[in-house]
């Protein structure tokens, strides 16, 4: 039971970070998320951790008191289960990034943007994800998918070490021979289910100065065509390519025509590129309407990933991570998704595509993105990292979102336009999701996100948190 007056004063005394109660100033900062449609919860507290010690000190004093404990990196999840209620034990101070004699050395909530101005400085990267502002915490927790993952894995398979909070007070460090249950359940376990992580060390890989984008554009006349071409030729495509097929309307309105757009990067030899795009243009029978192909530096081509085209790091942050920081927070947006693990037939393509065109709502924001798999990333076993999804041909993606006006009547058109989505594709997916992207409506998130490993996972919850001290909607459970 969870004391009803806590001594709030004797945790500040014991932090090098700041305790951030309600009422004080920078609270409304200091509990933001990265979606403002969470912005109504309201925590008990909020840690902003500058140490390992003050995260063992925030754990003990929630264990003393009872209180629930919130731990959060970067405030990406879907679900908002980073925002509370409880207390909030947030590491995003902790964001060092050091790399000697080829190891990253990398605290939880180092951002991906600033991780990679670290590692592209020396040509070397940690395959990692989409979004500039996700901080390693929990990423690296729960996969790790991303432009390199074809090429060199997912952000899992380059993890060395980490440093661990248990709920017993403990700091423990995991590594192979070091607790090597814990450390394989670190990797691709899910964030918040075992303990808090507050830093890591990476193996990471040389990666090309240069590289080449790419974005082939087709009209939605041809969209059944160029999914099932797609599908059968980013998969098997060569390592080096980087494969994302994205369906798109910025508005949903009546009349608007999506489009549909081959993108990513290509990491190998220049000339090898056009016979492959030779491949996937003679398998769609029609001619791009529009393309780009474009030489540049990887640093360059990631910052457009970033959606920070033209900023600098510094820039390239949410505003009030720092003063020049550009990138604003989210109003509403919503996000689901299946793998896939054979070629769609016809008919599933079909059913796809009338998914994504059906009920259309003005100002509603709609993406479909297909994310190639193959290569690197399904070259490890199932089982070699709690990370299970090795024999997916691609993951299929919705996201929906409205900025900056949010109705009622428009979160129920978006939630009901990705359901949609989803159950159109789940008779051909494979019943797995991303544990990256939480889903609270999954009906079999056990199975979804962890297959066969779940069992494993729940005895390595028992032998180092046996109270379920670490406890979210969908944390692993005991045996």
């Known amino acids: 039971m969870a004391t009803p007056n806590p001594d709030w004063g004797a945790l500040r005394r014991s932090l090098d970070g700041e305790l951030v109660l309600p009422g004080d100033d920078g609270y409304d900062a200091a509990r933001q998320v990265a979606l403002r449609q969470f912005d109504e ?48 034990v947030d590491l995003s101070r902790m964001d060092r990034v050091e790399l000697a ?16 101005d670290r590692t592209l400085r020396e040509n070397l990267a940690v395959p990692a994800g989409w979004c500039a502002t996700v901080a390693l915490g929990g990423l690296a927790q729960g996969g790790g998918i991303g432009l390199e993952c074809r090429a060199h894995g997912l952000t899992v398979d380059h993890v060395l070490s980490a440093t661990v909070v248990l709920a017993d007070g403990r700091v423990v460090e995991c590594d192979a ?107 769609v029978g029609t001619e791009p309407a529009d393309s780009t192909i474009l030489p540049r530096s990887y640093r360059s081509a990631l910052m457009t990933w970033f959606d920070c085209d033209g900023f600098s790091v510094a820039e390239c942050h949410t505003v009030g991570h720092n003063p020049l920081a550009k990138l604003s927070r989210y109003a509403f947006a919503l ?10 037939p016809r ?60 109705t009622d009547e428009g979160r129920r058109a978006g939630e009901q336009w990705i359901d949609g989505c989803f159950q159109a594709l789940r008779r051909w997916g494979s019943g797995h999701a991303y544990q990256n992207f939480v889903d609270p409506k999954l009906p079999n998130w056990q199975h979804a996100y962890y297959g066969a490993n779940y069992p494993r996972l729940r005895r390595v919850k028992a032998a180092y948190d046996p109270e379920g001290f670490f406890r979210l909607p969908q944390s692993i459970e005991l045996p």
Do not use: K
């Open 347 to 406: 008919e599933g393509v079909r059913a796809l595509l009338d998914a994504f065109d059906r009920g259309r709502c003005a100002g509603q924001a709609r993406d479909l993105d297909l994310i190639a798999f193959g290569g690197a990333a399904n070259r490890v076993p199932p089982d070699a990292t709690a990370f299970a999804h090795r024999t997916h041909r691609f993951y299929a993606g919705y996201s929906t979102g409205m900025d900056p006006r949010v």
């Open 177 to 283: 021979e070091r607790h090597p249950d814990l450390f394989w359940a670190l990797r691709g376990g899910g964030g918040g289910n075992f303990g808090i992580v507050t830093e890591f060390t990476f193996r990471p890989v040389p990666v090309p100065r240069d590289v080449v984008s790419y974005t082939l554009v087709w009209p939605w006349a041809v969209a059944e065509d160029v999914v099932d071409a797609w599908q059968r030729w980013a998969p098997d495509a060569p390592d080096e390519l980087a494969a994302v097929l994205n369906v798109g309307m910025p508005d949903a309105a009546e009349g608007r025509q999506p489009r549909l757009r081959a993108a990513g990067v290509w990491f190998g030899d220049p000339a090898d590129l056009p016979p492959l795009f030779d491949r996937l243009v003679e398998r």
């Open 41 to 88: 919860i309201r925590p008990r507290a909020v840690v902003l951790c500058e140490t390992t010690a003050d995260v063992r000190a925030a754990v003990a004093f929630l264990r003393a008191t009872g209180l629930r404990c919130v731990p959060r990196s970067g405030g990406h999840s879907n679900a908002g289960y980073t925002a509370g209620p409880g207390v909030v």
């Open 335 to 344: 996000a689901r998704g299946n793998f896939v693990e054979s070629v769609l």
């Open 101 to 116: 004699d080829g190891v990253l050395r990398a605290e939880a909530g180092a951002q991906l943007v600033d991780v990679y």
